[in-house]
């Protein structure tokens, strides 16, 4: 059993104070013009570059529910488990692909107007991973001839 969950006993000040800044980031995401009230206005043009980068992220989430449908759609011959599971991981990953535009927006545009450096992230190195290794799997099931 974790420390603290379900024992009564509180959970600690990091848990609670990751928490704390965990809840303030996503207040963030709905209340975008706090940002403003931190640091310096950034020259606009790196804000309109954070802008399409979001975007571009948000494309890539669409994309990515795209590919779930169809693969659960056109790709009827495939054992029913594989379909579902790679549908899921498709759509999965197009919903944290936009959760992570919204988050890193968020931080990238904090980040400049403190002044500080941009946040470094592992998402995508992971996301390309994943999508990597679901394509693979897919061009084997095509030179099997499972998928038609």
Do not use: K
């Not at 995401?29 to 940002?35: E, L």
């Not at 990238?108 to 998402?123: K, S």
Request: charged fraction near 20%; include cysteine.
């Amino acid at each position: 059993m974790r420390p603290g969950h379900g024992t009564g006993r509180p959970l600690g000040p990091v848990v609670t104070d990751g928490l704390r800044s965990a809840g303030a980031a996503v207040r963030l995401w709905f209340a975008p013009a706090r940002i403003r009230a931190e640091g310096a206005t950034p020259d606009y043009r790196f804000s309109l570059a954070n802008e399409r980068t979001f975007l571009a992220w948000l494309r890539t989430g669409l994309a990515l529910i795209g590919g779930g449908f169809a693969v659960d759609q056109f790709l009827p011959r495939l054992h029913p488990g594989l379909r579902v599971t790679c549908t899921v991981v498709l759509l999965a990953g197009g919903a944290l692909c936009a959760l992570r535009a919204v988050n890193h927006w968020v931080r990238c545009e904090r980040a400049m107007r403190r002044g500080e450096d941009l946040p470094v992230t592992r998402f995508p190195t992971a996301l390309a991973l994943a999508v990597g290794v679901l394509a693979v799997a897919v061009v084997v099931l095509v030179l099997l001839g499972r998928t038609g």
